[in-house]
């Protein structure tokens, strides 16, 4: 399957791009990959004409049915205007669809014969204020002369298979221009005023929809040599101003290439001819075979090409090269993350790496235990416990493996994978083949347990004693049996030292031959096991209120504006309806507590409560303060505070907020993170005793 995935690209970027699922149709498609599928039946032409400023839309479809009276979902805003095949009139009837949809029946079409259907409308206009936190189909065809975006899933087009290949023949008017993903193999751009841009497009490997997206861009163009294929090609489709801003362009383009060149020198060579980057005016981030349709409020920030972009790059191979087997979970998003995200904070510091892994483990153990998946039953991120496991838990298993295997063996492992699964359907059962082949290690109990068991195996020292320079370490850990690799630093006055031991059952006694006496050891102080670390050496962060199964809220607000604005961010932030209740009465219980309101109620429901101050960090600071407190002094609850200057800085973070999971506390002007930052962790060392 096609990676086309979407997510938004918040301020924090930390939410990716997720898989589109449908689960039974992913499960047919797989079969279809399986059996090769590249077949002229199952080839979609579309020849699409649509004028922006009054959002005129006509189509012509040709395709080859794979049943007798053909059905197919249209956007209500779209009428079939006629149908043939071979020569022959046909009649279309329709009757209500899924929300935003109507089913459309061909009466007398005959499978495998080609049929032609027309069609046109008035699509919606676009919608930028519109949440687009969820997956593609959820979001209509629409269009506006600033932009335009049809989704595939928002039945733009006829859809005959599950997986097919396509040409699109597009024109607009003479000042747009558009693109589908795949290759560009004409363009005609007007000649004079009043001329249409037309331009056909071909994707020749199977995929599942087609996303058509134009605006009134301006576009650049980069080609790049590659040995014994066609040159590579690049473009970005930028504004005006975006365009005009010096390097801005060329800078996409060269980092774009070097992804490319990166990545195809770790798997193999990029499998496509393109790639572009599409800046639009909707607020946030798709990906899809050939491109990345971005928010163009973020293309300014430099730091979203030193993140985002090779993530969206390397799903080109993992998830848009190798397809994921979906019926078996979804690999390409924990691999993706790893190969880029968390590659790229390696190379910035070790450092760096073990905050990212400290922070999965962290939006991980926020959320309740029975709300944790299994990895295998991850398909897309759609809330937080699945993006902390389908991402998180996903990207520390490479993490782990790699580990296990050495870095030689792990990389040949990849390059194995794609060279047998390049255009094909694989799953994680496809993926720890490559690994074993590579590696020569039977791999079975590593992945049936990091793929089978929910939640984290919490992992102690129940004793460690030294006779001499000798270290013996009783080992446990708890819950169902995780086989383990765990890193040891072993500490004396002016000596440090990491072995690695091995825990497979609930207990183990392991003995280490040092060179020095030790005083102390750490288990796994850089976090590289995924696990459940001890009580209090994790601070809150606001993935535990917004997870939260039963959270509770404390308006403190008096006025009515500013209570109904609490209301509704609390609604917009946490996943479950929030419980009302006095302080008093949500201080007492265990679930998590949200005090809201503005700022001189907040201190004195704080002050009366014997809670701590509002912070230095945020202490004065923007319209609007969050901040979260640990359980403590007999206090079982933990606390999270939101506090602002009116009503109008309170709904200002509806929509920044809820992107902000992995934070401890922000500060906010209007609606934008002005600060923000976690409190400490601490992983405490157990002394040794000595013989």
């Given amino acids: 399957m096609t990676a086309r995935v979407v997510a938004p690209l918040s301020a924090t970027l930390s939410a990716r791009m997720s898989a589109r699922l449908a689960s039974a149709a992913l499960t047919a498609a797989s079969l279809l990959l399986a059996a090769g599928l590249a077949r002229a039946e199952a080839l979609l032409e579309l020849d699409v004409s649509l004028d922006p400023a009054s959002r005129a839309f006509k189509a012509s479809a040709r395709l080859n049915p794979a049943e007798r009276d053909f059905r197919f979902l249209l956007h209500e805003s779209l009428q079939v205007t006629g149908a043939s095949a071979g020569g022959r009139a046909l009649t279309a009837d329709a009757q209500t669809g899924p929300a935003g949809l109507r089913q459309w029946r061909i009466r007398g079409a005959t499978a495998g014969v080609p049929l032609q259907i027309d069609y046109a409308g008035q699509l919606p206009p676009l919608d930028t204020g519109r949440d687009h936190r969820g997956v593609l189909q959820r979001m209509p065809p629409m269009s506006s002369p600033e932009g335009s975006f049809l989704p595939a899933g928002s039945g733009w087009y006829p859809q005959a298979h599950r997986m097919f290949g396509y040409r699109v023949q597009l024109s607009l008017p003479g ?28 994707m020749h490997q199977p995929t599942d929809g087609i996303d058509l997206m134009a605006g009134p861009w301006r576009v650049r163009e980069k080609r790049v040599a590659r040995k014994g294929a066609p040159p590579l090609v690049l473009r970005t489709y930028f504004s005006a101003a975006l365009d005009a801003t010096p390097g801005l362009a060329e800078g996409w383009l060269d980092d774009t290439e070097a992804y490319i060149r990166r990545y195809g020198g770790e798997i193999g060579d990029y499998p496509y001819d393109s790639f572009s980057i599409v800046a639009g005016p909707l607020p946030t981030g798709f990906g899809m075979p050939t491109l990345t349709y971005l928010g163009e409020a973020v293309v300014r920030l430099p730091f979203i090409r030193k993140t985002s972009l090779g993530h969206e790059v390397l799903h080109n191979w993992w998830g848009n090269g190798v397809y994921v087997d979906y019926a078996s979970g979804n690999w390409s998003e924990g691999l993706t993350t790893f190969m880029a995200d968390y590659a790229y904070k390696l190379g910035e510091s070790p450092a760096a790496a073990a905050e990212m892994r400290l ?80 590696s020569g290690q039977r791999l079975g109990p590593f992945f049936e347990a990091w793929l089978k068991q929910r939640g984290l195996p919490a992992v102690r020292i129940d004793a460690a004693q030294a006779s001499g320079r000798q270290l013996t370490l009783d080992l446990a850990q708890d819950g169902p049996p995780h086989p383990l690799r765990l890193p040891m630093e072993i500490s004396a006055p002016g000596r440090r030292e990491t072995r690695w031991v091995s825990l497979d059952g609930p207990r183990a006694r392991v003995s280490l031959a040092l060179d020095f006496t030790p005083d102390s050891v750490r288990l796994d102080p850089d976090t590289r096991v995924w696990r459940r670390l001890p009580p209090g050496s994790l601070p809150p962060i606001l993935r535990q209120w917004i997870g939260a199964g039963a959270p509770r809220l404390v308006n403190t607000a008096a006025d009515a504006d500013a209570r109904a604005a609490v209301d509704a961010l609390a609604r917009r932030l946490l996943e479950q309806p929030p419980i009302g209740q006095p302080l008093a009465a949500a201080l007492a219980g265990r679930e998590p507590v949200l005090i809201a309101g503005l700022h001189g109620e907040v201190d004195r429901a704080l002050a009366a409560a014997g809670l701590p101050p509002r912070p230095a960090e945020v202490a004065g600071r923007g319209s609007a303060q969050v901040w979260t407190l640990a359980p403590a002094g007999g206090r079982s609850a933990p606390v999270a505070v939101i506090s602002g200057r009116d009503a109008a800085s309170i709904g200002a973070l509806e929509r920044g907020l809820p992107h902000y ?12 993170a002005i600060a923000r930052g976690t409190w400490p962790a601490s992983l405490p060392a157990v002394p040794v005793v000595r013989r």
């Avoid at 560009?184 to 000649?191: D, G, Q, S, V």
């Avoid at 060279?419 to 799953?427: D, I, K, L, P, Y």
Wanted: hydrophobic letters at 45%.
């Fill in 359 to 438: 922070g999965w483990l962290r939006d991980a153990l926020a959320l309740p235990a029975d709300a944790q998946p299994a990895l295998r039953d991850f398909r897309s991120r759609s809330h937080g416990a699945e993006a902390a496991v389908g991402y998180g838990k996903a990207a520390m298993l490479f993490v782990m493996l790699q580990d296990r295997l050495g870095e030689a063996a792990f990389r040949q492992g990849l390059q194995r994978f794609w060279t047998r699964w390049r255009f094909r359907t694989a799953g994680w059962g496809e993926l720890q083949a490559a690994f074993e082949e590579a």
């Fill in 661 to 672: 999971g992995a934070q401890s506390w922000l500060v906010f002007e209007g609606g934008r």
């Fill in 175 to 202: 000042e747009q221009r558009g693109l589908v993903a795949g290759r560009l193999a004409a363009e005609t751009l007007p000649a004079r005023a009043g001329e249409p841009y037309r331009a056909r497009f071909e």
